[in-house]
């Protein structure tokens, strides 16, 4: 099977997509039966140094219900000039551009290793990309000084042509205006107070002054760029202007009594923000970055009020129906999302505070937009600049890592019918022949909208096959998926990704062997904890959990290899094999666990874990463990508490969090001072050799992961305790004796307890 | 009464005092029964349109007129065509009738006519200066009385002006004055009466008069001496005194006049005696035979007036005729005379009930128990004591109060008291602030209220004993117990949510759009604020200002600026938002001026060039204000707007107006929409301000109709000012308005404040005019005051008085001072109570009632229509009057009008009022002159008043040039501008210099460095700086003039016979006024006739 492994391997590799089936059951009936959907893990924009674009544009099908793009799997009669379109057998005529076109003379989109292409579309002008600063600035002084030049660091990272605006908000609302020389102008605007996109652009000014503008100067496209550039500027321009108005930001004025929370007006900041790109750059690539030190506590949005007494809902309010203000801020964020992707924007925001910030009610934003979301302790980290400052990072091109307002159309084969889609996108709501009636995850659609995008970006897509059992695929027929991504690339460029990837049909009953070999567990995993996050956002925790318990079963019982009523005879094969782990860490996970965790954490981690690619989701599920020793090198160990041992040193890297642990033996070794000692030396370079490779993750890693250095008996200890396998506790720490590990003081179950009980359904007929 | 009596060493002129019997005339007294003139006068009334028309012709005849003298007779004919109207005069006076005619096209010419007396006066008042002497006053008012001898007692009344008669034939004149449809009447009948005496009585009063030496007994001689007479004893010694000088010198004037005329002579003597003799005889003149003369007189004069020089020759005619206008009571003389006696000893303010010197006269004050005329002026300080006889008097009673009246350096502010922790020790009961009039009992261990007679224990602390007297014995070293006015530091229970005050703030809120960027105002202003914020008012010896200052531009949305220390450049912040406002900032808004300076003055400079390509013209005004009183919320503290606003506010928000303007109003019943708001929301606005003690002052640049009315609803009732400056342009109106900015920026001012007035049980204030607001019925409450701003409050009877005890005011005021400290201002005043209502005419005070009275009748505009306030002012005036003739007066023929000796300017000032800009309005004022005219009124102090309705009127090349003095005043009317001299007018807001046309060359050349009349550029606004005495006295007379006043004045030269001049004339308001006002003569006789239609 090694090669299904390699050909999992090397499709990732060329086209960024991982199928939770690679071998599709061919009718509908069966492909029900396999419990896991079939489904795929795509990223778009998977970074492939090796695939220049091409400099002309897509052929596509003239179908107009189809429009699929000419690729490799299209059947092309070099004499009659004619391609035969894959998905719907249209037989089109080659453009003339393509009148050179033979056997040997191929464009690059018809050759095999060109499933994924990009194309760069000359056509249109070409806007620069805008980034929108919006500030809080009731902040903590040193918080506000290290935002600040977090703010100012960043000008210099960004594209010089691109446009930047800032708006700051505290109590009031201020937009500034960048263009003016000596005295920084800036428009104020009530915190408490809603408004439309007209008013805002009213007020702004950028409705009525632009009339006798228009009457002066004939030039009607200079036009909008003009007016708006009070607000938004080429960072060229206004580099020192806009240098100097940070160094000069104030802390909020108004004074905050004793007992009180700031009034903070997020709600409104942000409709503004959105209100102003949506007047002046409405589809073009712009990022809204919102930087907030603490809840909105005013205003629409607000989702506390300014009374310290009353604390921030917890979810235990929420369960209790008890949190005031959430609905109608979720409300109010959603309505700004919507509009915003509405628009092709994206909205950052970078929550830095001790207490939650809101970002449960403000998740929509970064969700529904591609937008990122990052939550620290406070702006004067480095976890928050160096986070800020890989934002702006660079591919080998020397492209900026991002692109915007993308539309990803999936085009299917008869066979198949896409059911929907999970990861930071809004569907655009385009019916057609391939969309399925049944819904996984945002459906109904066959295009959907990625307004902030990067190379991990992973959407999940979810199919339905459709073909019914008394209709046979023919042998040997295969079913085809094409992915078109039209985005605004860095560089301004618009170019089209495109991605055609084609699977064998088999059928389930005759053929199980090779589709049960061609499961790729991994991307099952992480498509099934999709499905289940998704769900765990509309529905009660237990529910979700059941859910995906009844799908572990079933797939057990399904594909396991057992007699009846006889748990032990259970085994699962290869490609089985992990997956009931990754279903057992993800049980206790911090995306469907809300205990421990505050809505505004449970947001972030969601957020994450459905954008993250194929490796990082499986880290967040089962976060990876590797041990240090005297005895060797360092090697993966089980996530387990078995696994903590006196004389080792422990990295867990859980995404979130790279936790370094120290044994206790070692631990006391470095109080005493040891690794100082030159004759210690190999002591130092034990405990040196995880900070390094820490360090290497570290910097890969986006978001920047929150890093600790504890050891034994450390309260922060507690990251490493609350994710390993509890498989030593009080209750079972005499039973288990002397040898091993740290105990670990919890009531819940170990893997050992889980796949006892996993192997008991699964061979038991009752269910 | 005591004080009267002490003052007057004359006893005999007691007597005649009372009797104002102008009117000496029995002739007088003969015709009403005769003629039956009431009726005649119903007739008149018809005819009264009749009048208005001739006036008009009268203004084309004006010429004319001039013709009138030459033949009377063929004037006759024409007279009576018009008299037809006037019938009964006719009866008898067929002749007279076409005297009359003639006077008509005189009438005008009236204007003119006077000036020959006037100028005979001015000559007359040198010699006569010297010739007042109580001998020959007594001797004069023997001869009045004589003279009188109709009402021998009474016609010595002071200005008893047998003019009624005379007004008669002032009558024909009338009717020029058209609009007072009732004047013709009355004067067509006295025409016809005087025409009547005149054939039989000139003789006797020429007798008597002459008996007094009067050569000219016709022209006015004897009526003079008669009036004078009366006058004097009235006032006591000023009055009579100088009246008497008058009338001696009336006689030398007639010897001048002599030289000219017969008449002539008479003639001279009246503009000596100016104020009231003169007025007397010249009533009696006019009643007299002498009508026909005049007539011709006037006929010449009138052309004459432009021309001085023919004076001589038509005065002649004048004199005899009709009623002479300087035999009526002249302000000028009321006014000198007043100065003349009073100016020279400080008034000490320790007696009860003193009538204090008027405020054209310089006086010093010493506080010894009662506050300073400053502070309060009394329309009477001598009361009824019980209701029905205030009603019966309707003298209103009113105190003009003035808490915060800048003191001249001479005298001390008042003492500042602090009683620590306890705080001001005050009565129980009505919680009256303790003072001078408190009364120590039980040995000193408690006090009686002497308000409301409350027995209250004397804290421990504030315990001392009594002397014999029952005085303290430390009341000499308490403020509190032996001055006036003094004030008290307020405890925190004073202050507002019970938190000390912190320091007021200024703010700047500029208008950038269009019109006030290409108007320059913008670079103007800032330029200017630079400097301006080092003087911005400060308390006692403090180094810098506590004031903090704030700065706002606006357009359509506005602009605020942080302009914090720590800034290198200011910030600006634009709300948008108007429709609900906000104050984006706090920190660095308000801010203090040295240490932000540099930030100010980078704003200040950048300000013009932000907004130097503007192109927005719509403004807002309302959120301006709301934005600057949210300010003040957000900083918790009071303070003051300045605004500085050119538009009609139409853009999009709260308080948007639209134009209303719409002179179809003028005289329908909705005129007094035109003074009303447009919307409540100004209103609404103002009491929030007047909450937050945010006072608004507003600058205004109009270049068209701006609605004055509403937009100064705001400044109105938060004790703010409004400038205006109509058409604003940098070269002429600069100096203007930065004099007004620099002293409405560095007045002192008491934010915040509560103003109460408690009163002796007995009278209760009951309504308050001024610029305030109140919420209830006792509290004036004042964002702002300052030393400018003035509260009119009358006073009413609610139960009796005690002549003994006297009736007592306290006005407590408790602001806010400029450092933020929390003060007490009290000034007491008692006032005298009486049974007699001949006591209450003895000590009124006619400036003060005229303050009242225009501030009563420019509210009333209001809610009533125009003309009816004018005839509710008319009517109350005639009863005040007609009450005093028919209580006080010693018995006299009806046909005189005898006036109170203290009253005796009331109609030609109340004329003033009714011909004002806002009671009467010319075709050339508009409707935001009006506004804007009657909201400077409510708040003027006395002396503001006073010279607003009757301009000062100098004379500026007939006293040498040396003389480092004033030139006194003449009168303000044509008649008595010689063409061969210059003249400044002003009032208050104007100031007009006018060259004759025949002024020598060589003044033209020192004044004006140019060489000939016609080179003078009309409109001049500046003086050139020339380095001769003429040039620089009449520039310093200018600054001088500008110094009193508290808003700078711009100048204006008017040239004779050019256009701008009638401008000028329209406050020449002894004059008929083109708008229809009536003229002083002819109002004397339409008020004697109101007053003889109350009496009978």
Known sequence: MATYLEFIQQNEERDGVRFSWNVWPSSRLEATRMVVPLACLLTPLKERPDLPPVQYEPVLCSRTTCKAILNPLCQVDYRAKLWACNFCFQRNQFPPAYTGISEVNQPAELMPQFSTIEYVIQRGAQSPLIFLYVVDTCLEEDDLQALKESLQMSLSLLPPDALVGLITFGRMVQVHELSCEGISKSYVFRGTKDLTAKQIQDMLGLTKPAMPMQQARPGQPQEQPFVSGRFLQPIHKIDMNLTDLLGELQRDPWPVTQGKRPLRSTGVALSIAVGLLEGTFPNTGARIMLFTGGPPTQGPGMVVGDELKVPIRSWHDIEKDNARFMKKATKHYEMLANRTATNGHCIDIYACALDQTGLLEMKCCANLTGGHMVMGDSFNTSLFKQTFQRIFSKDFNGDFRMAFGATLEVKTSRELKVAGAIGPCVSLNVKGPCVSENELGVGGTSQWKICGLDPTSTLGIYFEVVNQHNAPVPQGGRGAIQFVTQYQHSSTQRRIRVTTIARNWADAQSQLRHIEAAFDQEAAAVLMARLGVFRAESEEGPDVLRWLDRQLIRLCQKFGQYNKEDPTSFRLSDSFSLYPQFMFHLRRSPFLQVFNNSPDESSYYRHHFARQDLTQSLIMIQPILYSYSFQGPPEPVLLDSSSILADRILLMDTFFQIVIYLGETIAQWRKAGYQDMPEYENFKHLLQAPLDDAQEILQARFPMPRYINTEHGGSQARFLLSKVNPSQTHNNLYAWGQETGAPILTDDVSLQVFMDHLKKLAVSSAC | ?1096
Not at chain 2, 654 to 673: V, Y
Not at chain 2, 763 to 789: C, H, P, Q
């Open chain 2, 1 to 1096: 009464m005591n004080v009267n009596q002490s003052a007057p060493p004359v006893p005999p002129f007691g007597q005649p005092q009372p009797v104002y019997t102008g009117y000496h005339q029995s002739s007088y007294g003969g015709q009403p029964g005769s003629t039956a003139p009431p009726t005649p006068y119903g007739a008149y009334n018809g005819p009264v349109p009749g009048y208005q028309q001739t006036p008009l012709p009268g203004v084309s005849r004006a010429p004319p007129s001039s013709e009138a003298p030459p033949v009377s007779t063929a004037q006759a004919p024409c007279g009576q065509a018009a008299y037809g109207q006037f019938g009964q005069g006719d009866v008898q006076n067929g002749p007279s009738s076409t005297v009359q005619m003639q006077r008509f096209p005189g009438s005008q010419p009236f204007g003119s006519v006077p000036l020959a007396p006037v100028v005979s006066q001015p000559t007359v008042l040198q010699p006569y200066g010297p010739p007042p002497t109580s001998a020959q006053v007594t001797a004069q008012l023997a001869g009045m009385q004589i003279g009188g001898a109709v009402a021998p007692a009474l016609p010595p009344v002071r200005l008893g002006y047998g003019p009624p008669t005379s007004l008669a034939p002032a009558s024909g004149s009338y009717p020029n004055s058209g609009l007072y449809g009732s004047y013709p009447q009355g004067q067509a009948p006295p025409l016809s009466q005087a025409q009547g005496h005149l054939g039989a009585q000139p003789p006797q009063r020429s007798a008597p008069p002459q008996a007094s030496g009067f050569t000219s007994p016709a022209s006015g001689g004897p009526p003079m001496p008669s009036v004078t007479g009366p006058l004097l004893p009235g006032q006591g010694f000023g009055g009579p005194s100088v009246s008497q000088p008058n009338h001696v010198s009336s006689p030398p004037p007639q010897a001048l006049p002599p030289g000219t005329q017969m008449t002539g002579p008479p003639g001279p003597p009246p503009p000596m005696h100016s104020s009231q003799q003169p007025g007397y005889q010249l009533q009696q003149n006019g009643s007299f035979g002498p009508a026909r003369g005049p007539q011709p007189n006037y006929g010449s004069p009138y052309p004459g007036a432009p021309t001085f020089g023919s004076q001589p020759g038509p005065p002649q005619p004048l004199p005899p005729k009709r009623l002479d206008p300087d035999a009526i009571p002249s302000p000028i003389q009321v006014i000198e005379d007043d100065r003349n006696n009073r100016g020279s000893e400080p008034f000490v303010t320790g007696v009860r009930g003193q009538v204090p010197p008027l405020v054209t006269t310089n006086f010093l004050v010493k506080d010894q128990g009662n506050a300073s005329p400053r502070y309060i002026r009394c329309t009477s300080y001598n009361i009824p004591c019980t209701s029905d006889m205030a009603k019966q008097a309707q003298v209103p009673l009113a105190a003009v109060i003035k808490p915060l009246a800048r003191l001249p350096p001479e005298e001390a502010s008042p003492y500042v008291v602090d009683h620590g922790e306890s705080g001001p020790l005050r009565c129980n009961r009505c919680k009256a602030y303790m003072c001078p009039f408190m009364q120590f009992v039980e040995g000193g261990r408690r006090f009686q209220c002497c308000f409301c007679s409350c027995i209250n224990d004397v804290p421990p602390q504030y315990f001392q004993h009594l002397d014999h007297t029952g005085k303290r014995v430390d009341a000499y070293d308490r403020p509190e117990l032996s001055l006036g006015s003094y004030e008290f530091l307020a405890t925190v229970d004073y202050c507002k949510n019970n938190k000390f005050p912190s320091p007021p703030a200024f703010i700047f809120m500029i208008d950038v759009s269009y019109n006030a960027i290409r108007s320059g105002l913008v670079r103007l202003l800032c330029e200017e604020l630079k400097s301006l914020l080092d003087f911005l008012p400060r308390e006692g010896g403090a180094e810098e200002s506590a004031i903090r200052v704030g700065f706002v531009t606006y357009n359509k949305v506005l602009h605020f600026y942080n302009v914090k220390s720590s800034l290198a450049q200011p910030q600006m912040m634009v709300v948008s938002d108007v429709a609900d406002m906000f104050v984006p900032l706090l920190d660095g808004f308000l801010v203090n001026v040295s240490e932000s300076r540099a930030v100010i003055t980078s704003l200040l400079d950048q300000i013009p060039e932000m907004f130097a390509d503007t192109r927005e013209t719509e403004t807002v005004f309302a959120p301006v204000i709301q934005a600057g009183m949210e300010a003040l919320k957000a900083a918790e503290c009071a303070g003051k707007l300045f605004l500085f606003h050119t538009s009609l506010p139409i853009a999009e928000a709260p308080g948007k107006l639209k134009n209303r303007d719409d002179r179809k109003l003028i005289n329908t019943d909705k005129e007094k929409t035109l003074f009303q708001p447009q919307t409540g929301a100004y209103q609404t606005l103002a009491k929030e301000c007047v909450a937050q003690g945010c006072s608004v002052d507003l600058f205004l640049f109009p270049n068209q109709y701006v609605d004055v009315a509403t937009l100064s609803v705001v400044p109105q009732l938060t004790g703010g000012s409004v400038y205006k400056y109509a058409c604003f342009q940098v070269e002429n109106d600069q100096e203007r308005f930065l004099s007004d900015l620099r002293r409405d920026v560095q007045k002192v001012v008491g934010f915040d404040a509560v103003m109460r007035v408690r009163t002796s049980t007995g009278i209760r204030a009951v309504d308050f005019f001024g610029a305030f607001y109140m919420s209830n019925t006792t509290d004036v409450e004042l964002a702002g005051l300052d030393g400018d701003k003035t509260v009119t409050v009358e006073f009413k009877h609610d139960d009796r008085l005690n002549e003994e005890s006297g009736a007592l005011l306290q006005c407590a005021l408790l602001y806010t001072s400029c450092a933020g400290q929390r003060r007490l201002r009290i000034h007491n005043l008692a006032l005298n109570c009486c049974t007699q209502l001949a006591d209450l005419y003895r000590n009124c005070e006619t400036d003060t009632l005229i303050n009242y009275m225009a501030k009563f009748a420019y509210r009333g505009v209001l809610n009533s229509p125009v003309k009816t306030v004018r005839d509710t002012l008319i009517t109350q005036c005639a009863q005040i009057l007609a009450c005093y003739r028919k209580n006080c007066a010693s018995p006299s023929s009806a046909g005189q009008l005898i006036l109170p000796e203290c009253m005796k300017l009331l109609p030609v000032y109340l004329n003033c009022v009714l011909k004002s800009d806002v009671l009467q309005p010319g075709a050339e004022v508009t409707t935001d002159d009006r506004a804007y005219v009657r909201q400077l009124v409510t708040s003027m102090d006395v002396a503001e008043t006073n010279v607003f309705f009757y301009p000062r009127l100098l004379p500026l090349t007939k006293s040498p040039i040396e003389s480092a003095t004033e030139p006194p005043a003449v009168r303000a009317s044509e008649e008595r501008l010689s063409n061969g001299d210059i003249y400044l007018l002003e009032n208050g807001l104007n100031l007009f210099l006018w060259v004759g046309a025949s002024v020598q060359q060589g003044v033209v050349q020192s004044l004006f460095s140019v060489s000939s009349f016609s080179q003078i550029t009309s409109g001049l606004s500046v003086l050139p700086v020339l380095d001769n005495p003429l040039s620089k006295k009449v520039r310093g007379l200018i600054d001088s003039l500008r110094a009193q006043r508290s808003r700078y004045m711009k100048l204006i030269v008017v040239k004779q016979e050019d256009k701008l001049e009638m401008l000028f004339k329209h406050f020449l308001v002894e004059d008929k006024s083109l708008s229809g006002g009536a003229s002083y003569v002819d109002f004397l006789c339409h008020m004697h006739k109101e007053i003889r239609q109350l009496l009978s």
